[in-house]
């Protein structure tokens, strides 16, 4: 089934109070589609309804939440086109020291949120003969790095479960598109040190961990050399107008390149370039 592309899409996007989210709900509004924020923290989408979105308040751990949102848009705006999972949560720490729950709460938030709202739009999409599911993923759906087995492992679970996704609604009409993005400029990561330090910075794994941390503090947040969210969004854009986009985009700096070496390298020779960089 060939799609029409339609101007003014539908769009609910998650996690669109900062980061990619935002650049996302706001890139979305300049290209002229009816864009719809959610998140948590609502006041910081002021931005995106200044622009002439609409703004929705969302905890994705919340069921009543996922759904809610879902059917606003659909009675507001009598379809929905496109599902942008951008929400999303991080945490690090040594497999042996970070208690489940918290393990839990990012299969949560990675995997069973985004897989919710899938459920909950795909009706609407499949009456209407077309739509796009987008999950925004990570170059960590792919690798693995020490100190964050659980994202890493949730990642791994989006991709996994967005490719099964992908063949059984494509038959509809319907593309489901996974982001990857490199090291990109957002407040994401900025607990990664705070983090590191309370799970693991006494353990048997501290060495490793406050290697990390001092790592983090000096490449990530505001002094990292990633790309900026908008070279993100802008991707997110093209693939949700496509007539048929590609099923994953790696983008942002250093995304191609350690993609390309994950795939190249022995597990033992990645693993030896992971822990050195860790050092």
Excluded at 10 to 19: N, P, Q, R, W, Y
């Amino acid at each position: 089934m060939k799609r029409r592309f339609i101007m003014g899409k539908v769009v609910l996007v998650t996690g669109a109070s900062a980061g990619i989210g935002k650049a996302t709900a706001l890139e979305l509004i300049r290209a002229g589609h009816i864009v719809y924020g959610a998140a948590r923290r609502v006041p910081r989408m002021d931005d995106i309804r200044d622009a002439g979105g609409h703004v929705l308040a969302l905890d994705a751990r919340r069921p009543e939440d996922l759904e809610r949102v879902i059917g606003t848009v659909v009675e507001e705006q009598g379809r929905i086109d496109a599902l942008i999972n951008n929400a999303g949560a991080v945490l690090h720490g040594a497999a042996e020291d970070i208690p489940i729950d918290l393990a839990r709460d990012q299969f949560e938030v990675n995997v069973f949120a985004p897989a919710r709202l899938a459920q909950l739009a795909l009706p609407y999409m499949r009456e209407q003969g077309s739509g796009t599911i987008v999950n925004v993923s990570s170059i960590g759906g792919e690798i693995a790095l020490p100190l964050g087995c659980w994202y890493y492992a949730s990642k791994h679970a989006l991709e996994a479960y967005s490719d099964s996704l992908r063949m059984e609604v494509e038959p509809f009409g319907i593309d489901v598109v996974i982001i990857q993005p490199g090291i990109i400029k957002t407040e994401f990561e900025d607990r990664t040190a705070q983090d590191l330090r309370e799970i693991s910075g006494t353990t048997a794994y501290g060495q490793m961990a406050e290697a990390m941390a001092k790592h983090a503090e000096s490449q990530l947040g505001e002094n990292s050399q990633g790309s900026d969210p908008g070279v993100v969004a802008t991707v997110i854009r093209q693939a949700i107008e496509a007539d048929k986009p590609e099923t994953r985009y790696a983008v942002g700096w250093m995304a191609d390149k350690l993609l390309e070496l994950n795939r190249t390298l022995s597990d033992r020779e990645f693993d030896k370039l992971a822990t050195n960089a860790a050092k």
